[in-house]
């Protein structure tokens, strides 16, 4: 987004706060609500705005078609030392995500390697929350999804059949952040695409194509293609063949084997009437526990062995030194938790909004103004 555009930072606590409101007065119970907030205000303080609390306003229209249920208690469908299967009911993906990750944790510190899924499930937020919660634990982790909306192209194709898909792992570290990586598998997420639309920013180059595989860069435009019945869609990671869409393909296979066909969740491309709840989104969460394998220590000074080797290398720009994956966005959620997270004038109107129509407070307390990119 433009590094330009003035943004109005909030307490990142009212952010919280705001997401608990509204999602409690649209009946959703305490632990979930506490369990959803936290994660949404995890996204927003690490720059993944696009699953913070903007998505709210994509719960509401889900809310408004009457096929959104808030009240859902997960069900364990299967369980044994090394894994579990949980059904959500049709319920949102944070909470039961949440639980599940916690419980192949626990399992993976009994027998070493653990997994769970979890099917009828609808959007989970970032795929990172989880990895980086599960290697806060000691473990690391691997986490996979399907998806809801059908909005990628597979290379060479003229409409969209995949999801985004998106994968991400954590590491565990001694005395220190874990790293954490998480991706789509499309060359970007496509909640991206509705935040261009809000704003009116064109789409970069190689994000979108339209059903002749000419980018498309309108957000508009766009936004049809991605969400409405337009040919084309976004592209694999990659973007094109000659840049190796083919391996993001591959990996949005990958996501859908693990987080769609062994959970139990929907083909994207296949779904419709088939789906008995919501959308039935699957979820895979593996946890593997260092300790069982080669012990800590071991495994810890190897880890810092990686770190100072990546680290110490040669830099092209000295002010800009290599980084690990998850570095940027740690610094970035320790500084907003200072400052304030920065959320647009839409957005916040869009939010007001939402909550007068919930009968919910309006609770976001501004801080001062930044030119900081959400």
């Given at each position: 987004?433009?590094?330009?555009?003035?943004?109005?930072?909030?307490d990142a606590q009212t952010v919280r706060e705001q997401a608990a409101e509204v999602l409690s007065a649209w009946g959703m119970g305490p632990e979930n609500v506490a369990l959803t907030a936290e994660a949404m205000l995890d996204?927003?303080?690490?720059?993944?705005?696009?699953?913070?609390?903007?998505?709210?306003?994509?719960?509401?229209?889900?809310?408004?078609?009457?096929?959104?249920?808030?009240?859902?208690?997960?069900?364990?469908?299967?369980?044994?030392?090394?894994?579990?299967?949980?059904?959500?009911?049709?319920?949102?993906?944070?909470?039961?995500?949440?639980?599940?990750?916690?419980?192949?944790?626990?399992?993976?510190?009994?027998?070493?390697?653990?997994?769970?899924?979890?099917?009828?499930?609808?959007?989970?937020?970032?795929?990172?929350?989880?990895?980086?919660?599960?290697?806060?634990?000691?473990?690391?982790?691997?986490?996979?999804?399907?998806?809801?909306?059908?909005?990628?192209?597979?290379?060479?194709?003229?409409?969209?059949?995949?999801?985004?898909?998106?994968?991400?792992?954590?590491?565990?570290?001694?005395?220190?952040?874990?790293?954490?990586?998480?991706?789509?598998?499309?060359?970007?997420?496509?909640?991206?695409?509705?935040?261009?639309?809000?704003?009116?920013?064109?789409?970069?180059?190689?994000?979108?194509?339209?059903?002749?595989?000419?980018?498309?860069?309108?957000?508009?435009?766009?936004?049809?293609?991605?969400?409405?019945?337009?040919?084309?869609?976004?592209?694999?990671?990659?973007?094109?063949?000659?840049?190796?869409?083919?391996?993001?393909?591959?990996?949005?296979?990958?996501?859908?084997?693990?987080?769609?066909?062994?959970?139990?969740?929907?083909?994207?491309?296949?779904?419709?009437?088939?789906?008995?709840?919501?959308?039935?989104?699957?979820?895979?969460?593996?946890?593997?526990?260092?300790?069982?394998?080669?012990?800590?220590?071991?495994?810890?000074?190897?880890?810092?062995?990686?770190?100072?080797?990546?680290?110490?290398?040669?830099?092209?720009?000295?002010?800009?030194?290599?980084?690990?994956?998850?570095?940027?966005?740690?610094?970035?959620?320790?500084?907003?938790?200072?400052?304030?997270?920065?959320?647009?004038?839409?957005?916040v109107a869009h939010l007001r909004r939402i909550a007068e129509a919930a009968g919910a407070e309006f609770v976001l307390t501004p801080v001062t103004q930044s030119k900081e990119s959400a």
């Amino acid at each position: 987004m433009s590094e330009d555009k003035q943004d109005t930072l909030y307490d990142a606590q009212t952010v919280r706060e705001q997401a608990a409101e509204v999602l409690s007065a649209w009946g959703m119970g305490p632990e979930n609500v506490a369990l959803t907030a936290e994660a949404m205000l995890d996204c927003d303080l690490r720059g993944i705005g696009t699953h913070g609390i903007s998505l709210l306003a994509l719960y509401e229209k889900w809310r408004e078609g009457g096929n959104f249920n808030l009240g859902a208690d997960d069900r364990v469908l299967g369980d044994g030392p090394g894994y579990a299967s949980i059904d959500a009911q049709g319920g949102l993906g944070f909470p039961v995500s949440v639980r599940a990750v916690d419980l192949a944790c626990e399992k993976a510190r009994a027998v070493g390697v653990a997994a769970v899924t979890v099917n009828n499930s609808r959007h989970f937020g970032a795929a990172g929350y989880y990895a980086r919660r599960g290697a806060e634990q000691g473990m690391i982790v691997l986490v996979a999804s399907s998806t809801k909306v059908v909005c990628v192209v597979p290379p060479g194709g003229a409409e969209s059949v995949l999801g985004t898909n998106p994968l991400a792992y954590g590491v565990p570290r001694q005395g220190t952040q874990p790293i954490v990586f998480d991706m789509a598998t499309s060359t970007a997420a496509g909640n991206k695409i509705r935040l261009f639309q809000l704003t009116g920013e064109p789409v970069p180059e190689g994000w979108v194509v339209d059903g002749e595989g000419a980018p498309v860069t309108n957000p508009e435009v766009a936004a049809e293609i991605v969400y409405g019945n337009r040919p084309g869609g976004l592209t694999p990671l990659g973007s094109t063949p000659q840049m190796g869409a083919f391996k993001g393909y591959g990996l949005a296979l990958l996501g859908h084997f693990l987080g769609g066909t062994l959970a139990g969740g929907a083909f994207t491309g296949a779904r419709g009437d088939a789906a008995p709840k919501g959308d039935n989104i699957g979820h895979f969460f593996l946890a593997l526990d260092p300790e069982k394998f080669r012990g800590l220590t071991d495994f810890h000074t190897d880890l810092d062995i990686v770190d100072d080797s990546l680290r110490g290398t040669s830099p092209v720009d000295p002010d800009r030194p290599v980084l690990l994956p998850g570095d940027v966005e740690k610094a970035l959620s320790d500084r907003r938790l200072v400052e304030g997270v920065p959320l647009s004038s839409e957005l916040v109107a869009h939010l007001r909004r939402i909550a007068e129509a919930a009968g919910a407070e309006f609770v976001l307390t501004p801080v001062t103004q930044s030119k900081e990119s959400a």
